[in-house]
Every structure is written in C-alpha cells, then in structure tokens.
C-alpha cells in the first residue's frame, strides 16, 4: 500500500518527539526522517534517540531518511568539502541501517560554478556513485536518488539524465521532487514517471508556482494529475509531504501545521481509495 508522509523538517523548530506527535494528530502514516532535523543534529545525531522514537511512535514503522545536503556538495570543485560530503552522506546509510530505515533519499550534488558540468565534475559524481554503492552494498537499505532543479550547474535534473543513470546503477532506486521537476514546465513531472516510474519509490509531493517552490499541493491541477496517474499504474511507494514552512503566507502556529497537513493528507489519499492506517 502507499504509505503516506510527511517531512520531519515541516517542524523545522521542534523537538523530535513533538514532530512525530504531530504527524500521528494529522493522520499521516509515517515521516520521511531528515538527519538534518534540528533537534537530531545538533545534539549529534545520537541513534539511542531513533531508538526510543521508534518504541513510542508509530509512524516511524515505516518511515524513510533523507541524508543530509546543507552546506554539502558531493562534487564540490573543493576536494575538502567533496571529501566531507560524501562522507556525511555515505554515514547516513549506515545510519540507516543501523537503526532500520530500509531508504535513504540522496541529492546529486552540482557544478560548483555557475557554469555546465564538465569532466571534472562528472568523475567527482562518478566517485559519489561508487561510495554510495559500497556502503549500501549488503546493508539492506536502498538508496534512491532525487532529480534537481534544472538550472545550469545542476547534475541529474532531467527525466532522461535520471534514466541514464538508472540503467547505468541497476542497485540505485528514484525519489521524484515534483517541486523540482515541475520548475522545469508542464509535463516534465510526469515525463519522469514515464521514463523511470519502475524505479521510483518515494515522491516529494508539493506545488510550485510564481517562482514558488515546496507548496502546499492541494488543489494544483498538475499534482492533481500526477497523483491521479501514479494511482493509476499501481504505485505503491511512499507520499512525502514536502512543503516549506517559509514559503507560505505566513507563519503558522504547531496546531495550524498539524490542521494544514490533515487536509494536505486527505488530498492525497482523495486519489489512492485507501488508508493504511486500516
């Protein structure tokens, strides 16, 4: 069944056990786990607290991780910041699998510059693939990767760049970010499903619109028809609610972030039938 979620990062400001309280209030299934949540990073990262989440919420049976990008760049022009990204990256898989996530969503990386990817670049991310490989090798955790935003310095932003690596890494499972992808026109969203839709096992749901990016997505015609399509072909992923907090009109209190994800919930399941809270 699709199992229905939402960004612990939504909560950006709140303690962990406050986040997940409140995606269980909205009647979503599970979060989609940001190692880079506050209140789990700062304190570094400590796995006792996924532990005890674990044992005292449900919607972390089935929740996913998403590995940390802030400040990162696996494919810096920076050998350095290179170095300590995938490394950041590479841990949260082993994160993953110490403490039973079975996906960890990764971003690419980019051109440093503002400038095409060249040779440079692309064996950096060459170099990114095979670690990724390595550690999740036998680990059990599958590791998908996101489509960027197609702007001039970005790797992996189109439909068919993504299907080229997939055919190329036949271990690598497919996060589609409509937010991302619809930036790039109408149609794009879903020409990613048509090219890669037997690879894809989480979708970042939200709308973007007059230069807008991670919206709520309720009540957007091309969610609305993206969402009809993957209900359409069986898909049976995960829904990841991923909307930024400081892009709506204004602040919104803990309750109105609850209230506004019940309703963003019921949009999506509007289109699947189902609840796997049954």
């Known amino acids: 069944m699709v199992v229905f979620a939402v960004s612990t990062m939504f909560f950006h400001e709140y303690p962990i056990g406050e986040i997940l309280s409140a ?44 590995a940390p990008i802030l400040d990162l760049n696996p ?50 991310f060459e170099r990114y693939i095979r670690a990724l490989e390595e550690v999740s090798r036998g680990s059990g955790v599958r590791v998908a990767m996101e489509n960027m935003e197609n702007r001039i310095n970005a790797l992996v932003c189109t439909p068919e760049g993504m299907r080229a690596l997939l055919d190329c890494e036949e271990w690598l499972s497919f996060t589609l970010d409509l937010s991302h992808a619809m930036a790039d026109g109408p149609g794009v969203a879903a020409r990613y499903i048509d090219l890669c839709g037997d690879r894809l096992v989480n979708v970042h749901v939200s709308a973007g619109r007059d230069g807008r990016m991670h919206l709520p997505p309720s009540g957007d015609p091309e969610v609305s028809g993206i969402l009809d399509r993957l209900s359409r072909s069986a898909y049976r992923g995960h829904l990841t609610l991923e909307i930024e907090d400081l892009a709506l009109r204004q602040p919104l209190s803990y309750r109105e972030k609850i209230a506004l994800l019940a309703h963003e919930s019921g949009f999506m399941r509007s289109f699947f039938g189902e609840s796997t809270n049954l």
């Open 23 to 66: 995606v269980g209030a909205a009647g979503l299934d599970s979060v989609e786990f940001w190692v880079e949540t506050p209140s789990f990073w700062l304190a570094g990262q400590p796995e006792g607290e996924i532990g005890k989440a674990r044992k005292m919420y449900p919607v972390m049976d089935r929740a996913t991780l998403h």
């Open 75 to 124: 494919t810096s022009v920076n050998p350095v910041i290179a170095d300590v990204s995938v490394r950041f990256v590479c841990d949260s898989v082993r994160l993953a699998e110490k403490t039973g996530f079975p996906l960890v969503t990764v971003h690419p990386g980019r051109r440093t510059a503002k400038r095409p990817p060249g040779p440079a670049d692309l064996g950096k």
